[in-house]
């Protein structure tokens, strides 16, 4: 007796066609219950060859595998279901980010009139000094700030808007770039500011959950390091 691999070669052992290929009302054939199986295996044994019976070994072994397609089609349903419940979590956590400050790697800020850019950046050692730069949107230094010898963790910064000229620089977005004086050398920093979030939206895939930063893009959830 041929070995049965799915509920497909179920009907097909009995010379019928798949629901679906019916063009039926219809179950689809991932759905067929153990009930049906037993129907559609006494209905086989019922019309077995006498001179070639059916061999209790391959009778069990088609319950097994039968059972184990069975059990696989509900194991990744309950996945699927088990995934849809985690995104509407992340969805909800990540909508109730709108209107907090998030801190999130990235390089750069929004100056608004009045305000200032804020930051942080983690030093995986001591540094003999840290100094952060702020550039316009056309690569012009506008601010040096030196933070002074610093131990190895987070380093928090911030700019409110001043100039080396002594002015005060125009709202709209400027580039953060902090370094870590070592000996002779100025190693470049990840740098780390805050921004307001300003909605959510979903990536490429339903699990991808982007934080929208006003005036800044976008961001995955998954980035934000602290909230605000």
Known sequence: MTTIQSSNDAYAALGLAPPEAQGASKQDASSLGLDTFFKLMITQLNNQDP????????????????????????????????????????????????????????????LTTGGNIRGQVELDASAQDVVVSVTDQTGQLIKEMRLGPQQSGPVAFSWDGSTDRGDYAAPGLYTVRVQAQRGDSAEDQQTNLFADVESVSLGASNTDLRLNLQGLGSIALRQVTQIH
């Open 51 to 110: 001179s070639d019976p059916v061999d209790n070994g391959e009778f069990l072994g088609q319950i097994a595998q039968f059972g184990t397609v069975s059990g696989l089609d509900q194991l990744n349903q309950q996945f699927s279901d088990l995934s849809g419940t985690l995104t509407s979590g992340q969805a909800l956590q990540a909508g109730a980010l709108v209107g907090h400050e998030v801190l999130a790697p990235i390089d750069t800020g929004r």
